[in-house]
Antibody, heavy 116, light 108 residues
């Protein structure tokens, strides 16, 4: 079955960077786009961007342009999200999610990033 | 960017009630709309895509309708297990998706 398993919680100081992983299994890794979505405490869902693992091409939300980098390691079927210059406003649960021809049909369990 | 406006923000209803949530797009998105359910502390799960297609395994009491700019998620007979926050999401603007603000559904 399709699974997206994310790395564990992180605590970072303001100004630092964080790199989160999302290991995919149960499907052909290079055949599906993967999106990253974040959710601040008590808030709604915010789209961060997406990556096409087969080519490594990315599209980022303008809100995060210049501060996020998404990469994919096809040898291990793992996606990565790096966020730099962290502030308290980046404290959130970060999800990876597979795109199934439009909708996001499978989600990781989420990685909590706390900036303090 | 396409903006998604969802309402109400909170909905309180009794077990067995029919409930509806509305999502409005700032421009036409044809039928490229999905609905998600998010239970407290968990990842969202896909309920409906292409405005009205039920994802496999989702109970038939859930249904979706609409096209263009106005969409509705309905639950025909509210169950206790349906307590959650519901989000709409457009995917017409390919590679630049947006979510509604969410509707928190409670049992009265």
């Amino acid at each position: 079955q399709v699974q997206l398993v994310q790395s564990g919680a992180e605590v970072k100081k303001p100004g630092a960077s964080v790199k989160i992983s999302c290991k995919a299994s149960g499907y052909t890794f290079i055949s599906y786009f993967v999106h990253w979505v974040r959710q601040a405490p008590g808030q709604g869902l915010e789209w961060v961007g997406l990556i096409k693992p087969s080519a490594g091409t990315t599209t980022y939300s303008q809100s995060f342009q210049g501060r996020v980098t998404m990469t994919a390691d096809t040898s291990t079927s793992t996606l990565y999200l790096e966020v730099t210059s962290l502030t308290s406003e980046d404290t959130a649960l970060y999800f990876c999610a597979r795109e199934g021809m439009g909708p996001l049909d499978h989600w990781g369990q989420g990685t909590l990033v706390t900036v303090s | 960017d396409i903006q998604m406006t969802q309402f109400p923000s909170t909905l309180s209803a009794s077990i067995g009630d029919r409930v509806s949530i509305t999502c409005r797009a700032s421009q036409s998105i044809s039928g490229w709309l999905a609905w998600y359910q998010q239970k407290s502390g968990k990842a969202p799960t896909l309920l409906i895509y292409k405005a009205s297609t039920l994802e496999s395994g989702v109970p038939s009491r859930f249904s979706g309708s609409g096209s263009g700019t106005e969409f509705t998620l309905s639950i025909s007979s509210l169950q206790a297990d349906d307590v959650a926050t519901y989000y709409c999401q457009q995917y017409d603007s390919y590679s630049k998706i947006t979510f509604g603000q969410g509707t928190r559904l409670e049992i009265k």
